[in-house]
């Protein structure tokens, strides 16, 4: 007799997620990318970070039978997923470079006789022909290409190694192939399909907004304590209870170190990461970050994107983005089980210039060329001008994807950005200012004793009225702008001279030695024929209604109970701790309090395997807790 059809069903579906994952219902666009991956269609997914890209490939090889080949830039990103997936009750496994011979052979046997429904492969390892021919034996249905964005040389994060990927449809011309990504414009999106030979796919883009994310954008003055402060915000006792993940993401190695070491001595634990560490330094602070031993990273970009921790609170960028896809990447690392997340950019007009010289500078093949130049300038001024803008984050993100953004209609704008918040103020009389400001570089360039272009730091403490041994020397007491803003802090008045950089008033030299100097712009600023706006924060931060609504109904005591738990128990198993349940899953837990196996399937996140595997000792522990408090 045939072998019987599987049910592919939209019950079936549902049947798997409550089963498998414990949930009751898919996120927006999940089901129609899993229906064109059942179905045998080709797709494109684009599904921010944290819209849950993972669950359309994930689910589909459980109902068909037939593995699932899933492409994987990182090592600790297929890791992470593969543990996950165990934990979940699902065959899964990673090949990869750090697996030996006596490793590799049980994954691919297991492979081929079809035990595995996942097997997760760097791109340069897709295209070996002995996995190739393995793939055909197992019956491989399909093939998912994450972080697809990587194979278009249009975006913001192109890898030559993707490049290979472009001949999957040769090699394998009978399988599906689902490509997914968290950021990717149009453009991109065209270039995907091309690339790849996507044959009549299923185009699905979600909503790139991210509206449990909050966005502060504040001018970078004194880094460490701006730093303090906001990660201060997501601190507990201090002793591991309370304390959430915190991500710093710095431009140079050099930046990471000097901030994880003053955040430390200042008594915040906080790890540096960048390419330059040694592999296994690299490794132990990826490990004690996922595993929640530590907390705060200051970190490269390169940081991240194999990290699978969800419960990030907090990320903040200490400079400009390189674009706004990087940003809106890198941001997405917050809040990715959906819980708010804090989002803080700090940054000056010397990002540009720092990021001017890094994209020009000769690489191993010479000079760049000057078209690759020409469109990575283009994506760093779009972030500035995000950056320097006045309207509402939310929707200037939305705008710059191509998507209209429509508010909640019970907040002042969006409710969860500093200008809907009203965290920020136009500063008194800017006009004034910012002609203090232009005339003091003006009194620079025509002073008679030493005059010439100065830098910032020398241009503020001028204003500021300080009495440094160089201003003494240069003669710059008797200048008539000398400590003409004395009232300022020397903070607000940097702040103040990046801003009118921004706005074209003045602008700052490129090289080892940024002197500020004027701009054709200048005059017109000086004559009050042009606008300028100056920002200064008005407040101090507001919790926006969707942290306090995501604890309504929340015993924290109880919810600082199970994290603990869920930590000693994720010890155990050498595994990261939203392995065992999500932060989501023990807030539910610590609402509804549980007590019996049928209440707890009930619970956000809780499947039939986990349940097996750690009910009773989650059970136990809320019937301590309410013991305790009666």
Not at 120 to 128: C, G, K
Not at 230 to 250: F, K, L, P, Q, T
Not at 295 to 303: D, K, L
Not at 354 to 376: C, K, T
Request: aromatic residues 4%; contains cysteine.
């Amino acid at each position: 007799m045939p072998d019987p059809q599987p049910d592919l069903s939209a019950d079936a579906i549902r049947a798997v997620l409550r089963e498998v994952w414990g949930h009751d219902q898919l996120r927006d666009l999940q089901e129609p990318a899993i229906r064109a991956a059942l179905d045998g269609q080709d797709s494109l997914v684009v599904l921010p970070t944290g819209g849950g890209k993972s669950l359309c490939y994930q689910l589909p090889p459980l109902l068909t039978g037939k593995p699932t080949l899933v492409v994987s830039p990182l090592i600790s990103l297929m890791n992470d997923q593969v543990a996950s997936l165990t934990a979940n009750g699902v065959p899964a496994a990673a090949l990869h470079s750090g697996l030996g011979n006596a490793e590799l052979r049980p994954i691919e046997s297991a492979f081929e006789s079809g035990e595995l429904k996942l097997l997760f492969v760097a791109p340069e390892r897709l295209m070996n022909p002995g996995l190739l021919a393995m793939a055909e034996r197992a019956g491989v249905a399909c093939v998912a290409i994450d972080e697809a964005h990587c194979i278009s040389a249009l975006g913001h994060d192109f890898r030559p190694e993707y490049r290979q990927l472009a001949s999957i449809r040769e090699r394998l011309p009978n399988v599906t192939l689902q490509a997914l990504t968290a950021t990717a414009t149009p453009r991109v999106r065209e270039d995907i399909i091309s690339q790849l030979a996507l044959r009549e796919p299923e185009v699905l883009v979600g909503v790139f907004d991210r509206p449990n994310l909050t966005y502060r954008v504040l001018p970078r003055a004194k880094l460490e304590d701006q730093v303090m402060e906001i990660a201060g915000r997501h601190r507990g006792s201090g002793m591991g209870e309370g304390e959430e993940g915190v991500i710093v993401y710095c431009l140079s190695r050099k930046d990471t170190e000097k901030l994880a070491d003053g955040l430390t001595k200042r008594g915040i634990e906080a790890r540096a990461y960048h390419a330059g560490l040694a592999p296994k330094k690299r490794s132990k602070v990826e490990r004690d970050f996922t595993t929640e031993r530590v907390n705060v990273v200051c970190a490269t970009v390169a940081f991240g994107m194999g990290i699978d921790r969800s419960n990030v609170r907090c990320v903040i960028h200490a400079c400009l983005p390189r674009s706004v896809e990087a940003f809106q990447q890198e941001t997405g690392r917050a809040g990715r089980d959906g819980l708010p997340g804090e989002c803080v950019l700090l940054h000056s007009a010397a990002d540009i210039a720092r990021w001017r010289r890094l994209i020009e500078m000769p690489g191993d093949y010479g000079a760049p060329d000057p078209g690759f130049v020409s469109a990575q300038l283009d994506l760093l001024n779009q972030m500035r001008r995000i950056a320097v803008g006045g309207d509402c984050r939310h929707k200037a993100l939305s705008e710059h994807f191509g998507q209209t953004y429509l508010p909640p209609e019970d907040a002042d704008g969006c409710g969860a950005c500093d200008v809907c918040l009203r965290e920020l103020k136009e500063a008194d009389d800017a006009e004034t200012t910012a002609k203090k400001i232009i005339s003091c570089v003006a009194r620079f360039e025509n002073h008679a004793a030493g005059g010439g272009r100065f830098g910032a730091k020398h241009l503020v403490e001028v204003l500021a009225g300080a009495k440094t041994q160089r201003i003494l020397d240069y003669g710059h007491d008797s200048l008539s702008t000398y400590s003409l803003l004395a009232d300022l802090p020397r903070d607000t008045i940097d702040a103040f001279v990046n801003q009118l950089i921004d706005q074209g008033a003045l602008a700052r030299a490129p090289g080892d030695r940024p002197v500020i100097h004027l701009t054709e712009a200048s005059r017109e600023f000086l004559a009050g024929t042009r606008p300028v706006r100056l920002i200064q924060p008005a407040a101090a931060p507001k919790t926006s209604k969707r942290d306090t609504a995501s604890w309504e109904g929340v015993d924290r005591d109880l919810f600082e109970r199970l994290r603990t738990l869920r930590r000693g128990i994720a010890q155990e198993r050498a595994v990261p701790p939203y392995v065992v349940f999500s932060d989501n899953t023990l807030r539910d837990m610590a609402r509804l309090r549980p007590e019996s196996h049928n209440e707890m399937l009930s619970v956000h996140g809780v499947g039939r395997k986990k349940l097996d595997d750690f009910g009773d000792v989650f059970l136990s522990e809320i019937a301590s807790a309410i013991a305790a408090q009666s």
